[in-house]
Structure formats: structure tokens, C-alpha cells
């Protein structure tokens, strides 16, 4: 069992910089695959970043490649979103979830993971 919560969202302008954190419960942090999901209003949750158990493999979603960075701190059992050049389309509330070991073809599917978070909102203003 694991337990997310979430940190780090708020409002900033276009072009700005945020940081969100999740920090996980629990003594197997490390043997989870971590990932980041975001929801618009009115919009399906949708897959934005992936950082598999130690951090040697990662995947974004295009809209966010180049623009935004997934780490993790398996000793502080923390998982990291930093969010560059924002822009106003990705306001959302973003997720962040664990899975014990995802399949390549499932990545960016929300059904692919177990635990989930309850959310922290990232307003972009134009």
C-alpha cells in the first residue's frame, strides 16, 4: 500500500516555472514506478511524465518534452515535476501515481496504476 500527497501546485504566468512534489508512504517507495497525470476541466486525465523505479528510464508526454523534467529522491521517497515554459493550456490538476512495475504499452494509460493522489491544482494565466 502507498500513499501520495501532493505539493507545489499554485498560479503563475505564462512562461513561468513550478515545481511539484509527491511525496510517497511507506518503506518500498523505490521498487515503484512513478508518474505524473493531469486533468482538465471538462477533459479526460491524461498522461504527462514517467520515472520507472531508479530513475533510469523516463517518458513524457509530446506536449511536454523539452519543457518539463520528472525526478525522484528514493531516499526521501519523493517524486519531482519541474515545470518550465509553462503555458496557459496546461492548467489542470495534476495527479501523481505509483505502480509496482508498468508495461511499455500501458505507460500512458490511467488504468495502468495503482495508487493515486488527490490532486494539486497548476492554474497558468495568459
Known amino acids: 500500500q502507498v500513499q501520495l500527497v501532493e505539493s507545489g501546485g499554485g498560479l503563475v504566468q505564462a512562461g513561468g516555472s513550478l515545481r511539484l512534489s509527491c511525496a510517497a508512504s511507506?518503506?518500498?517507495?523505490?521498487?515503484?514506478?512513478m508518474a505524473w497525470f493531469r486533468q482538465a476541466p471538462g477533459k479526460e486525465r491524461e498522461f504527462v511524465a514517467l520515472?520507472?523505479?531508479?530513475?533510469?528510464?523516463?517518458s513524457y508526454a509530446d506536449s511536454v518534452k523539452g519543457r518539463f523534467t520528472i525526478t525522484r529522491d528514493n531516499a526521501k521517497n519523493t517524486v519531482y515535476l519541474q515545470m518550465d515554459s509553462l503555458k496557459f493550456e496546461n492548467t489542470a490538476i495534476y495527479y501523481c501515481t505509483a505502480t509496482p512495475s508498468v508495461y511499455t504499452t500501458q505507460v500512458t494509460k490511467a488504468r495502468a496504476y495503482d495508487y493515486w493522489g488527490q490532486g494539486t491544482q497548476v492554474t497558468v494565466s495568459s
Open positions: 511507506g518503506r518500498t517507495f523505490n521498487s515503484y514506478d
Open positions: 520515472i520507472t523505479t531508479r530513475g533510469g528510464f523516463t
